[in-house]
């Protein structure tokens, strides 16, 4: 079956503006979650969503930062007033969202983001 | 908190050669560990997995056993290929924090015919 989807694949921006991010899940999975992949820091979580929960932000590294997911599937991750430093590829991962632990997440290609 | 620790690159070897990428952990209670493997080009993919204590994860030839008693998960393939040439990942699954995963900062592997 489908596996996740991202978009854009790349981005390229300027200082200052806002970006939107898309992901679309594995159908039926209820637990999603975004990474973010860069030279600096690694592989880093950003913030989970399950189900109707509210989401665990704690890894978003600043209130530029936000996402949502709107019906339990689609998620848009939202940068505004991008800076240099935002320059990284974003990863979407899905999982079941069942039994805690043994689940397995799966990843998106990601969007590789540029902040000129 | 918890962490991942896992030995750097870039790890340089023949084909056919034995392979050992280290992976410790630092964790509270009991997470799930995983590997991840990028490939030139694409996107994590899960590569194998083990749940508990002593339970070794295995595909395409590599293994990894969870050891707690170490509080280790060395990644190990008998004998590389070319195509192996990737970079893998080691994470952990904090069940503390909603499952989310944490990664060591990766691995480097160059595999030459």
């Known amino acids: 079956g489908a596996g996740v989807s991202q978009s854009p694949s790349n981005k390229v921006t300027e200082k200052g503006k806002d970006v939107e991010l898309r992901c679309d899940p594995i159908?039926?999975?209820?637990?999603l979650y975004w990474y973010r992949q860069s030279l600096g820091q690694g592989l880093e979580f950003l913030i989970y969503?399950?189900?109707?929960?509210?989401?665990?932000k704690s890894g978003l590294p600043s209130d530029r930062f936000s996402a949502e997911r709107t019906g339990g599937s689609v998620s848009t991750l939202t940068i505004q007033r991008t800076q240099q430093e935002d320059s990284a590829v974003y990863l979407c991962?899905?999982?079941?969202?069942?039994?805690?632990?043994?689940?397995?997440?799966?990843f998106g290609p990601g969007t590789r983001l540029t902040v000129l | 908190g918890n962490s991942v620790t896992q030995m750097e690159g870039p790890v340089t070897l023949s084909e056919e050669a034995f392979l050992t990428i280290n992976c410790t952990y630092t964790?509270?209670?009991?997470?799930?560990l995983f590997w991840y493997v990028q490939y030139p080009g694409e996107g994590l993919q899960l590569l194998l997995k083990?749940?508990?204590?002593?339970d070794k994860g295995s595909n395409k030839g590599f293994e990894a056993t969870y050891r707690k008693e170490t509080t280790s998960f060395h990644l190990e393939k008998g004998s590389v290929q070319v195509s192996d040439s990737a970079v893998y990942f080691c994470?952990?699954?904090?069940?503390?924090?909603?499952?989310?995963?944490?990664f060591g900062t990766g691995t480097r592997l160059q595999v030459f015919p």
């Open positions: 964790a509270t209670g009991y997470p799930s």
């Open positions: 159908s039926g999975h209820t637990a």
């Open positions: 994470a952990l699954s904090d069940w503390e924090h909603t499952d989310k995963l944490i």
């Open positions: 969503f399950q189900g109707n929960s509210a989401p665990d």
């Open positions: 991962a899905s999982s079941l969202g069942g039994a805690l632990q043994t689940d397995t997440q799966y």
């Open positions: 083990a749940t508990k204590a002593d």
